[in-house]
């Protein structure tokens, strides 16, 4: 990674994501709770991506007709964190252990050919600690900068850090 103290990155609802002029940022699936508190973190969006259709919403990502899935962009200080932190805390965010529809996949997006070789080798250690298989996708940056990012409903937006009410209405 090369240190900066800023990341530039951007995405926008034109369903086109802005490339990091240094590879430091990249996409993961929006379940992975891995960008609420994360240290570094300067930009984080939330949003679909990796389907066939232009404009998603919430709903027809959820009906299971568009292929995206729910994913978080996350822009990053290479000065205040790392990639490898970052896919370590990944992998212990969530369980890749069982196959998901695309909605919900497990799935790194890479922005560049380096972030690409440790998301793969990060994987290979994980399925050797576990003893088990990892169901993630790795996206080569070829194929990462050239899916088409839509950013989700504002509501979804900072999900995590806001006020809940329970089904319940409490």
Do not use: N
């Amino acid at each position: 990674m090369r240190a900066q103290t800023t990341a530039r990155s951007s995405a926008s609802a034109s369903g086109s994501l802005a490339r990091t002029q240094r590879g430091d940022g990249f996409k993961i699936p929006e379940g992975c709770e891995l960008a609420v508190a994360l240290k570094g973190a300067k930009h984080v969006r939330v949003g679909y991506t990796g389907g066939e259709t232009d404009l998603p919403t919430y709903t027809t990502v959820c009906a299971g007709s568009t292929g995206h899935t729910e994913a978080y962009y996350v822009a990053y200080s290479p000065a205040e964190t790392s990639y490898d932190k970052l896919l370590d805390q990944f992998w212990a965010e969530h369980s890749p252990t069982y196959m998901s529809k695309s909605q919900y996949k497990s799935a790194i997006w890479a922005q560049t050919p380096e972030q690409y070789e440790k998301a793969v080798a990060s994987k290979d250690a994980a399925e050797r600690r576990v003893g088990r298989t990892m169901f993630t996708d790795i996206y080569p940056p070829e194929v990462s900068l050239d899916t088409a990012w839509w950013d989700a409903e504002e509501y979804h937006q900072g999900y995590y850090r806001k006020p809940r009410v329970s089904r319940f209405g409490w």
